[in-house]
């Protein structure tokens, strides 16, 4: 009893210790990351570490959405693996451990890049609206609050 106890615990543990970590995002994470969100909205939102006006577009994007029972939020880290550690301490700091966060798993960003966009040249901040039935719309540069506003108002008349 006390050993299953243990390992309980264990699981437990280790289950919090990966809560609210950045995902690896691969060629394919795009494809799961649109079937994880069929038949709702989301914002696909870009960033990295070295990008000062991202850091605001994460929390503004993420208070925004969190009001929004229709609508999700996911965040993508667009820097290299071996920057990672930075990145997980951003997202931390950020208070955006409860977002759904991936990270680019490969030090080859340019395929990354093109897997999710491939006319986005990798300029940051960069997001896309995604509307339920996934039609999207891209943007780079900071995406503003009375433009996100104005984008989640739509989504009702559509």
Known sequence: MKRAATLCLLLILAATATAGSLRPFDAGSLASIRAAHDGRAFLLVLWSVHCAPCRDELVRVRDAVARRADVAAV?????????????ERLWTTLGMAGSEGWAFADDYLERLRWA???????ELPRA???????RREGRS??????????????LANH
């Open 128 to 134: 896309y609206l995604y509307r339920a039935d996934h």
């Open 116 to 122: 999710i966009d491939p006319n986005w040249m990798g």
């Open 141 to 154: 540069g900071r995406l503003e609050a009375a433009d996100l506003s104005t984008w989640l108002d739509s």
């Open 75 to 87: 965040f993508v880290a667009t820097d290299p693996p071996a920057e990672h550690a930075d990145a």
